[in-house]
């Protein structure tokens, strides 16, 4: 699933505290994905399609160096990998023993693959930090996946950081993490998030003016007007 030029340039405008609050409005309070945090500080954001990877704990006869030249690898998941998706990857929230390393990374960045999500860790920082590609994830570890993960599979729904995450879903990550947007709700958080930020952006402006927050946000009716007014609606 590619993405609109539009759809994107509209997002890339848009927090994720935005989008969790827009989607809160609409009954989703389950949305940004524990532990996601970008590896690189300043990081810019991105937005893009999921595509899911999953590891469950891992089993003495499958989590062996071995598994990786297997025909159901992360190399093959990779390998399937479009232009312009981001890889979401439940780890199961485990932080001693790393996902991806530098080579894998190199090759996802290759690939054009916008970033790495994932709410376990990576290793090689380093190498990882050189390849360019977005990383939002809880750390680093020395100990490679089959250390303490079996991969099992991809573009299928998984958990990542508490969140459930369907392929093709829309992830926007920033400093404050990472967060889903169902497709269904896609079109309508589009339509409404950039007035919702100009509409911040205007109360910040007012809170630094002096006045208080109670009618100013959420606003009251001449709050709301006085906006209007000022925004040419």
Sequence with gaps: MALEAK???????????????????????????RGTRPLRPNQSRVVGPAF????????????????WASPRSTRAAIEEMPEGCIAVVDAMG?????????????????RGVRALITDGVVRDLVGVL??????????VAAP??????????WQEPIGCGGVAVFPNDIIVSDEDGAVVIPQAMLDDLVATAPEQERFEAWV??????????PGLYPPNAETKARYQKLSGE
Excluded at 132 to 137: E, I, Q, S, Y
């Design 7 to 33: 759809v994107l340039e509209t997002l890339s405008k848009v927090s994720t505290a935005t989008v969790t609050t827009m989607l809160l409005k609409k009954g989703l309070r389950n949305v940004w994905m």
């Design 52 to 67: 899911t990877m999953r590891f469950v704990p891992a089993r003495e006869d499958l989590a062996t160096p071995e598994s």
């Design 94 to 110: 485990i932080t001693d023993a790393g996902i991806f390393g530098d080579i894998l990374c190199a090759r996802i960045n290759k």
């Design 130 to 139: 050189a390849t360019g590609l977005p990383v939002w994830c809880q750390g």
């Design 144 to 153: 490679p996946s089959v250390a303490g993960l079996t991969f099992v599979n």
């Design 204 to 213: 910040v402006s007012e809170v630094e003016r002096g006045e208080p927050l």
